[in-house]
């Protein structure tokens, strides 16, 4: 770097300093302008004030100044969108200074500030938000934003944040009316759409409703029931309508289907967007167009856990053939775990396997105390406790127990009681690896003794 250092500085030395530097590429010049007996940049320039159309700004003088070689300040605000600057003069005392007649619609101004001497020489410039004694130039700077700034910045900014909640308001109607959601998912679609333009609410009109899950279940788990026992599911949708538990649009879509099967299932899966109204509806409509008093029972149970669904399950098979289901539906219906409709719908089956299929599968729909009473139902015959001894111990499969009983029973002629049930006891324990009770073989030995 060069630098030009003149000391014992007099008027003399003021005037115009050029710096040319020159390569092969070519020739740059500077040119600086000594004022000799200008005074130095003012210092600490700041914004003390501001409203829509004013500004107050303050400032210390010059470094190196006592006060008595000021001649007064100059004090600027240059647009920052262009236009014309406001410039103003006060006194060599003052140290504050307002300006007014800003624009409001300016954006923001650029405000700067230099002293004049006594004879009259103006210093350069310090702009706001510069260091003293920086550049001094005209066009540079950090912008002083009126509070008007932030207005102004609001007031394009407002607009645009609405119109984006509208378009995303628009995308989601398109969706809504791409998948067919309108009236059900949709909170806004259901206001529209349930109220006419008069604000009365329109007939059949009706708003999403959230669903129970133990409901839901219910619907799930018997749903091929309802398929093929309800055979006019169009009374049922008729009367759902007329109890305004599902839109119009709703009721039309199912209305399309063309086969019983087609209508039912359909009618289901609307089911879900009526919430529990609908659900009780559906209910009562089975009892009261289709006398389906045993399907609507068994939808308003509870529901076993899945622990004890799965166990009844596991061993279904071997419950279908050794239960004796007169004696344990009587149980049942006398503790009322099954309600009458349950039960006679149960009797309704001409083979005992087919009444056992029914009775499992109508116990899935009640609780977990209502399967502690199967059990107990089940140990009410003194032929099948050892069935409860075994559905109500984790770990332990009926079918491969039942299967060593029936294997043994085939050997009976060859061993005698106590042989056969050691020799059954002890492949037991081969194949589960699971202690048995003795109760289930003495109950089994009893009766065929």
Not at 110 to 129: E, F
Not at 203 to 226: F, I, K, N, S, T
Not at 311 to 317: D, I, K, N, T, V
Request: hydrophobic share 30%; glycine share 8%; charged share 25%.
């Amino acid at each position: 770097t060069a630098s030009l250092q003149i000391t014992d500085l007099t008027e003399e030395d003021g005037g115009s300093y050029q710096c040319s530097i020159s390569n092969t590429y070519g020739r740059k010049r500077s040119t600086a302008e000594l004022q000799s007996g200008a005074p130095s940049y003012v210092t600490n320039i700041q914004l003390v004030d501001s409203g829509d159309d004013y500004a107050v700004l303050s400032w210390d003088p010059p470094l190196g100044s006592d006060g008595d070689d000021i001649g007064g300040y100059q004090v600027q605000a240059i647009p920052n969108g262009g236009g014309d600057a406001q410039t103003i003069d006060v006194g060599p005392g003052e140290r504050q200074a307002r300006i007014d007649g800003l624009n409001t619609n300016s954006g923001g101004y650029t405000y700067r500030v230099r002293a004049r001497s006594t004879q009259g020489t103006w210093g350069p410039w310090t702009t706001y938000g510069d260091s003293p004694g920086g550049s001094g130039s005209t066009g540079t700077g950090t912008a002083a934003r009126t509070s008007d700034s932030t207005g102004q910045l609001l007031a394009w900014l407002l607009p645009l944040i609405f119109l984006l909640l509208l378009l995303l308001f628009l995308l989601c109607c398109c969706c809504c009316l791409w998948f067919g959601l309108c009236g059900k998912y949709c909170p806004c679609c259901t206001c529209w759409t349930c109220f006419d333009r008069e604000g009365k609410k329109k007939a059949g009109a009706v708003r999403y409703r959230v669903m129970r899950r133990d409901h839901q279940e219910m619907l799930a788990l018997y749903r091929p029931d309802a398929v093929e026992h309800v055979q006019n599911p169009e009374k049922i949708t008729t009367y759902l309508a007329s109890t305004d538990v599902l839109p119009g649009s709703t009721v039309s879509a199912i209305q399309k289907q063309r086969t019983r099967e087609d209508y039912n299932r359909k009618l289901l899966d609307s089911l879900t967007f009526g919430g529990d109204e609908a659900f009780e509806g559906y209910c009562t409509a089975l009892r009261k167009e289709e006398k389906l008093d045993w399907l609507a029972d068994t939808l308003e149970g509870p529901g076993l856990s899945v622990g004890k669904r799965e166990q009844l399950l596991r061993h279904q098979a071997v419950l279908v053939e050794k239960m004796e289901p007169d004696l344990t539906l009587a149980h049942l219906s006398k503790q009322r775990v099954f309600t009458s409709a349950m039960a006679e719908y149960v009797t309704s089956a001409n083979m005992p396997e087919d009444r056992n299929e029914r009775i499992l599968h109508l116990l899935q729909s009640r609780d977990d105390a209502d399967f502690h009473t199967f059990c107990e139902a089940l140990r009410q015959n003194q032929n099948q406790p050892h069935l409860a001894d075994l559905l109500q111990e984790n770990g332990l499969d009926i079918n491969k127990a039942v299967l060593l009983e029936e294997k043994a029973l085939d050997n009976s002629d060859a061993l005698d009681s106590i042989g056969y049930l050691g020799n059954t006891r002890k492949e037991t324990l081969l194949i589960t690896k699971t202690p048995v009770t003795t109760t289930q073989f003495t109950n089994e030995m009893n009766p065929r003794n």
